[in-house]
């Protein structure tokens, strides 16, 4: 199975914390790159953090100095720890990663892999 599995989404109240996990499939490997997403309503998606494997993180203007990126390569992995929350940061997270996968059809294939999204809600 090909797949991304997210979890740790919640309600929280301003300047609290989340957890985000995201976990790759046994069928994903040779992953180069992971990252989060997020898309909230009436605004474009857009990366909040990534990091390639091995690399150093990158993240959005916004998250600096509040969200962790990071990646256990050995779980195939990408945690994103999310502190001092603000309301501005409710939105749908998405993992996503750039693997390889086999497929009887196509063969081996290097693409991106999305999950399946988490909300994240957080209250004034």
């Known amino acids: 199975q090909v797949q991304l599995v997210e979890s740790g989404g919640g309600l929280v109240q301003a300047g609290g914390s989340l957890r985000l996990s995201c976990a790759a499939s046994?069928?994903?490997?040779?992953?180069?790159?992971m990252a989060w997403y997020r898309h909230a309503p009436g605004k474009q998606r857009e990366l909040v953090a990534g990091?390639?494997?091995?690399?150093?993180?990158n993240y959005a203007d916004s998250v600096k100095g509040r969200f962790t990126i990071s990646i256990d390569n050995a779980k195939k992995t990408v945690y994103l720890q999310m502190n001092s929350l603000k309301p501005e940061d409710t939105a749908v997270y998405y993992c996503?990663?750039?693997?390889?996968?086999?497929?009887?059809?196509?063969?081996?294939?290097?693409?991106?892999?999305w999950g399946q999204g988490t909300q994240v809600t957080v209250s004034s």
């Open positions: 990091m390639s494997t091995g690399g150093s993180p």
């Open positions: 996503n990663c750039n693997g390889w996968a086999y497929s009887s059809t196509t063969g081996y294939t290097q693409r991106d892999f």
């Open positions: 046994a069928g994903i490997f040779n992953i180069a790159f």
